[in-house]
C-alpha cells in the first residue's frame, strides 16, 4: 500500500471551496457526478455515480474533511484527509490520501489532478 500527499492553492475563499467538496450540486459543475455528499459524520457518499463511494469519518466544516474511500473492487478503503487553510482569500488544500493499492497508484496520483482537486481550482477560479 502506497501514500501520497498534494498542495492545491485556490483563489478563492475558504468556504467556496469546501462547498465543491461537500455540495453536490456543485461537484457535478466540476464533473464528480453522479454525486451523492454531504459534510456530516458518519455519511456514505459516492461520486461518478458510484465508481468511487465511502463514508464521512471525519468533518470540521471549512477545515477538515476525512474520508473512506473505494475505488472499484478495492477490498479495504484508502484513507483521503482534505485540510483547508485560509490567508488573504486564498485556501490552500493539502489532501493525504493513504492506504492505496500498489497496482493503483499511478492513476489515483494523476487523478486527483485531472479529475478533481484540479477541476475544482478550475471551476472556483474562474467563476
Do not use: R
Not at 471551496?17 to 456514505?44: F, H, R, S, Y
Not at 475505488?71 to 487553510?85: M, N, R, T, V
Amino acid at each position: 500500500m502506497k501514500e501520497l500527499e498534494q498542495t492545491y492553492v485556490i483563489n478563492v475563499p475558504i468556504e467556496k471551496v469546501w462547498q465543491a467538496l461537500i455540495d453536490p450540486k456543485i461537484i457535478n459543475e466540476w464533473g464528480g457526478g453522479p454525486a451523492e455528499m454531504d459534510d456530516k459524520l458518519d455519511t456514505e457518499w459516492s461520486l461518478w455515480g458510484g465508481d468511487i463511494h465511502g463514508k464521512n469519518t471525519q468533518v470540521e466544516p471549512n477545515h477538515l474533511l476525512v474520508q473512506e474511500w473505494y475505488g472499484g473492487a478495492w477490498e479495504e478503503p484508502s484513507i483521503c484527509q482534505f485540510e483547508l487553510k485560509e490567508k488573504d482569500d486564498q485556501t490552500t488544500v493539502t489532501l493525504s490520501h493513504g492506504h492505496i493499492p500498489d497496482e493503483e497508484f499511478e492513476d489515483v496520483e494523476s487523478g486527483w489532478q485531472d479529475y478533481y482537486l484540479g477541476p475544482i481550482k478550475t471551476l472556483l477560479e474562474k467563476k
